[in-house]
């Protein structure tokens, strides 16, 4: 029977995915779902830095190894996320004042966590919501330590690790060309890969509301700077069957377009609690705009 995942590789895309981790495997339904109809899969914490290295120098990766296994068995492809986030960040790290210090912190956790995966990791998440609303760099401790050279520290360091993943710039609010966040970033990402910055793709995390027009647009003005683009959080408030199309739509249209990322499988398990913004209900039943996604394509 035809998957979304099959569907959408045979109109030209890489993949169709969604989050996971050891948690909602462990979940039947959730497993046998995302076995049929996902061809990738995104770690949804383990890969974090909270989840990797809670304390200094100290490594975990039971989770992630779960995570990273379990789309090696089963052939799903693997986006990797994420190496540097202001969130899910341990506070030892946050607590770091001297720059030398910090940037050493930041370029073994990246050699480690990155090598660790190199190979098996099609793209890598390397920074994650560094841009503010305004369309600038906003504070977290690495530009307020090192300043706005640590992208470029940590781009260098994740190309060093894992020299086969495309090295990607993940945020959201990059939904609308005409908000100064999504061309603020587009120009800016523009400057960094004209200077030499190893950057392949921008994520667009895809965390919207209900009514959604200006997908096209907006992933159109962000693969003007990079080589590729994604969609690499899809969730919709509600997940209305047309909004669900104009996003896949939207993909389809752009070429750069690799792939799309659902943001996990049943509404029971959404980071959105009550806004029913994924395609499978809480008791794992397709919903009307998973049937319209699968006829469109
Ligand atoms: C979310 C997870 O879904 C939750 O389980 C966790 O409690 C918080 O993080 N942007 C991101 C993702 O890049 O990593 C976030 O995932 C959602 C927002």
Redesign the pocket.
Known sequence: STSLNSAFVAKGKKYFGT?ADQGTLGNTQTKAIIDADFGQVTP??SM?WDATEPSKGSFSFSGSDYLADYATENGKMLRC??LL?H??LPSWVSAITDATELTSVLENHIATVAGRYAGKCYAW?VV??IFGEDGKLESNVFLDVIGDGYVKIAFDAAKKAAPDAKLYI?D?NLDDPAYAKTSGLAAQVKEWVAAGVPIDGIGS?T?LGAGVTTTQAALELLAESVDEVAIT?LDIAGAAATDYEEVINACLAVDKCVGITE??VSDSQS?RPNENPLLFDGSFEPKAAYTSLLSLL
């Open positions: 989050c949804e914490n974090k996320h994420t986030w969130n899910q998440d994650n919501e993940n959201f995390q965390h959080e943001w996990g980071w």
